[in-house]
């Protein structure tokens, strides 16, 4: 029988259950500063993992811009912070 840390063991029973969405939804939101910065988060209204796709709400136009021209490399970011391909799509709205 192999003997499992306690990170690995957690990580196989969260890739194994209904659980996965909830907590990287959480980890985008609580790390949403470290991934894209101060500023843009400070002026980020909403933040939210729905399936693959990342929903980043804003109401300052040139940032909704910026966003909107940078939409890969907002998903390379995240999904390097979170260490998987988590994120496919971003809508900005």
Same mark, same amino acid.
């Given at each position: 029988?192999? %003997? *499992?840390? &306690?990170? %690995?063991? +957690?990580?196989?029973? *969260?890739?194994?259950?209904?659980?996965?969405?909830?907590?990287? %939804?959480?980890? #985008?939101? /609580? =790390?949403?500063?470290?991934?894209?910065?101060?500023?843009?988060?400070? @002026?980020?209204?909403?933040?939210?993992? #729905?399936? @693959?796709? +990342? #929903?980043?709400?804003?109401? !300052?136009?040139? /940032?909704?811009? =910026? +966003?909107? *021209?940078?939409? %890969? /490399? &907002?998903?390379?970011? !995240?999904?390097? @912070? /979170?260490?998987?391909?988590?994120?496919?799509? !971003?809508?900005?709205?």
């Amino acid at each position: 029988m192999a %003997q *499992l840390s &306690i990170k %690995q063991a +957690l990580q196989q029973m *969260l890739d194994n259950s209904t659980w996965k969405n909830r907590y990287m %939804q959480s980890r #985008v939101r /609580l =790390e949403w500063e470290a991934i894209m910065g101060k500023t843009i988060a400070r @002026h980020t209204d909403e933040v939210k993992l #729905v399936e @693959h796709t +990342l #929903v980043i709400k804003t109401q !300052v136009a040139p /940032l909704k811009n =910026e +966003l909107l *021209l940078n939409k %890969q /490399l &907002i998903i390379q970011k !995240v999904n390097e @912070h /979170l260490g998987e391909t988590i994120i496919r799509e !971003v809508i900005i709205s």
